[in-house]
Each structure stands twice: as structure tokens, then as C-alpha cells.
């Protein structure tokens, strides 16, 4: 297979949502309903279909006529006939030159699908990207003196993070089909603050980020254990707000620099404190799950990373 193959197949992957089998919410649960049948084609059937395809031109291949081409000359010369003047060769000659790389086109058809569909998709979002001339756009004309027109009329786009509300994983993703305890984890939010709205910006240091919900009495309050379809899920709390100078720790607070300490915590300092909080707490009702928590992420790639799978579902959650 060709790297432009493995290329196609690697974002289609990623289109479908199969990179991700642990998440188990929204689309994602319903794409993982269907993932058997999607990896069966990308991995099994796309490709004997693309080769199917151009058995067409199967008998203008350049590279068999070229096997040919070397066989007729190693036998003219094997019968001391000078194979510029061979027939069978010229004629062999001719057909290369006008030949269909198989190899070639094959590639610049993966090559072409992957365009097609990049332009589509890109980092979650569905888009129409310029793919050929930059700033080239029609413009609807009646016969005015004066139009105003701009690339992205009429066209009206609100982005809303599909993780905010609702985020859900199964730290043992093959268990729930075999009858065991997948583990599943849920963020919540408990409690947001109101954005600013139209085309005013948040002031300074006044952007929302998750903020682990406070501990409470019991000092794990953030952390709770439901029952859902008969299974136990951990749920964790969040708030989404401004950060401020209370949402340091101690720890976390001592290992920031001078300039940093004298703001509030940034969102990559507030997952570091929602980890340790989580993952240090002791009890009894949620007992195996920092355990499982703490163990190295896995990343989309297969390669395992240096921080844990918490921090790796808070870094995908909070960004």
C-alpha cells in the first residue's frame, strides 16, 4: 500500500471518529455503533475496489510492458539480431510510450480523494476550503451604482464546543461488550459564567476555563459515583468561568514562575491542579478509578504518552 493510500485511509479514520474508541457520548456513540462496518471497508474492501477499477487499463501498464519490452530484447540479442531493427520489439517500444503509469494514476486518485475530503473536514469542523485561487468569488450584480459585498455574505457561523456540556470515556472500552465494567468517566458542568455576547471580546484575563468544581465538605466533592443503565460511572465536576487567584493551590501556586503567581491560573495550570486533586483523592466510593486514571494515555497514534489518561481526556476537554 502507498503512502497516499495509508494518508486517506489514516483521515477518513479520523472523519468517521475511529481514532477515538474510548469516548462514549453524542456522535461518537453513534459512530461506534457502526465502526465495525466503517473499519471493514477502509481496511478490507476500499483497496481491492480501487484495484478493480483499473484492471481496465491493466494491459497499457507501463511497468508490464516494460518486462515485456526487456524479455524481446534480451532475446533478439540472444540470436544476435540487433533490437533496434526487431519488430517485435519497436512494436513493444511504441506501446511504452504510450502507456498508462498504473502506479502513478493509482496514487494521484488517493492523492485527489484526500484533497476532496481534507477540504471538508479540518480539526473537527465541517468546511468549504480555497483549494485552487485564493479571493475568486462571484458576485450577485442587478445593475447598482454602489454593491457591498464581502467573501462570507450571507453566510452566518456559530462554533460551539460539542465537549462543553457533555464528555464522556470508557477507561476499558472492550469490557461493556463482553459483559464486564467499561468504567466510564463523565465531566459535567455544574456551573458557568455568561460569556460576552455580539462582537465584544472578553477583557484581559477574563476568559472562561474549566475550573474543577470545589471540593466541599467532604473535599471531594468534585467527584461522585451514579448508576446508569445499571452500571457505576464516575462523574466529575467542572465550572466554566474566569479564573481567579483562588483557584491556585499551594503546590501548584509554588511551582509557577514570579509573573505567573501574580495572575490568575492559566487552563493548563488548572488541569495540572484538577489531576493531582483527582488522582490523590481516597475513597472508599470511588475506589479503583484514580488507579485506572493515572495509567499512561495512549494516544491516537498507538504510541504511549508521558502524562496520564486523565490529563490527556482534560487536555482534549479543555481545549
Known sequence: MSDKFNDLVRLLRELFQLDQPDLDFG?????????????????KDLLPQVKKAFEQYQ???????????DQAVAA?????????????????RAELAEGADLEAMESDVYDHLYSFFRRYYSEGDFLAKRVYKPGVYAVPYEGEEVV??????????????EYLRDYAFRLKPDAG?????????HFRLVAAAEGEHGNN?????KDRVFVLAPPGESGHDFLSVETVDGREELVIGFEYRPATMDDWTDE????????????PPKQKDLIDIAVKAVLATTSDAIDGWPTELAKPHTKVNGETAEYSRLQGHLNRYCA
Do not use: C
Request: aromatic share 6%.
Open 177 to 185: 461488550d463482553a459483559g464486564g465494567d467499561p468504567m466510564r468517566v
Open 59 to 69: 494491459p497499457a501498464d507501463k511497468v508490464a510492458i516494460k518486462k515485456r519490452l
Open 76 to 92: 533478439a540479442e540472444s540470436l544476435g539480431v540487433d533490437p533496434d531493427t526487431n519488430e517485435k520489439v519497436l512494436q513493444l
Open 148 to 161: 457591498l459585498h464581502w467573501a462570507n455574505k450571507d453566510q452566518y457561523y456559530i462554533k460551539t464546543s
Open 252 to 263: 501548584a501556586k509554588a511551582q509557577a514562575t514570579a509573573a505567573a503567581k501574580k495572575k
Open 201 to 205: 471580546k472578553a477583557a484581559e484575563g
Open 27 to 43: 456522535l461518537y456513540r453513534i459512530m461506534h455503533a457502526k465502526s465495525g462496518e466503517v473499519t471493514q471497508f477502509l481496511e
